[in-house]
């Protein structure tokens, strides 16, 4: 048994409710809608209002909707022009639901790990309608019930903030060490870090993986392909799956 598949054995060992970021550790949502054709599209809208000075050049550039949406709310705190921006991007995630790809063994990872008693939650940037079209569509909604907790127009609460995972561990009533949370992005390991959660990195490529181990991620995946096999393992003659307890 190699190191990385101990490790992972410890961190499955131990929890008991798994957080999961959505873009990226179980879809990519924008892999037939273009993450930044989207930007695009909220930069040219905040534009025809006659608001093309409210962006920074690189601001107009970023192929990153939610920069976009970040850099208008520290401008306009909850104002109506983050309500308007934050539902045009919610509606633009809604269309990207039809061509999300899933990521490579989420689906039986989140059946398997819910079939041996695990708990699990969404905490994400995305918006919680956008989660709960996406699930529905793999039949995955169930392994969730109603711990999806994820963007709304109060834009303070974005990872890194903690406060989307802390929301999960106080409904679910979880000590943060019995939890953890799989990400894959800088804001995600550190929301991780400030609500006490272990970190899982998903990184699917080696610019992932950097970006998480510059962030102080310690415990990285480039596949959830092990963590299925050592969760497969816990349930079977001789494990410690969940539903046993």
């Known amino acids: 048994m190699t190191a990385k598949t101990e490790r992972l054995r410890e961190l499955a060992g131990q929890t008991h409710v798994v957080l999961w970021d959505f873009d990226g550790p179980i879809c990519s949502l924008f892999a037939g809608h273009s993450a930044d054709q989207v930007a695009n599209g909220l930069v040219e809208w905040l534009e025809g209002r006659g608001l093309h000075d409210l962006l920074t050049d690189d601001e107009r550039d970023t192929e990153d909707p939610h920069v976009v949406l970040r850099a208008v709310d520290r401008r306009h705190p909850a104002s109506d022009l983050v309500v308007d921006l934050e539902e045009r991007l919610t509606r633009e995630e809604l269309e990207a639901v039809a ?6 063994f989420a689906d039986p990872l989140i059946r398997t790990w819910t079939a041996v008693g695990a708990r699990l939650a969404i905490a994400t940037n995305n918006s919680p309608d956008v989660v709960r079209a996406y699930l529905a569509t793999r039949g995955l909604l169930d392994c969730f019930g109603p711990h ?3 963007r709304s127009h109060d834009l ?7 406060h989307y995972l802390n929301r999960a561990l106080t409904v679910m009533g979880v000590a943060p060490t019995s939890a953890l949370f799989i990400g894959d992005t800088p804001t995600d390991c ?11 990195g998903y990184a699917r490529n080696e610019r992932k993986e950097k970006l998480l181990q510059d962030a102080g991620a310690t415990d990285i995946v480039s596949s959830l392909k092990p963590l ?12 410690e799956g969940r539903g046993q307890e």
């Open 148 to 150: 999806i907790y994820g």
């Open 99 to 104: 061509t999300a790809w899933p990521t490579p």
């Open 190 to 200: 550190e929301a991780a870090r400030e609500a006490g959660v272990p970190f899982l």
């Open 156 to 162: 303070q609460y974005l990872k890194p903030h903690p």
């Open 228 to 239: 299925l096999t050592v969760v497969r393992a816990s349930s079977g003659p001789g494990g």
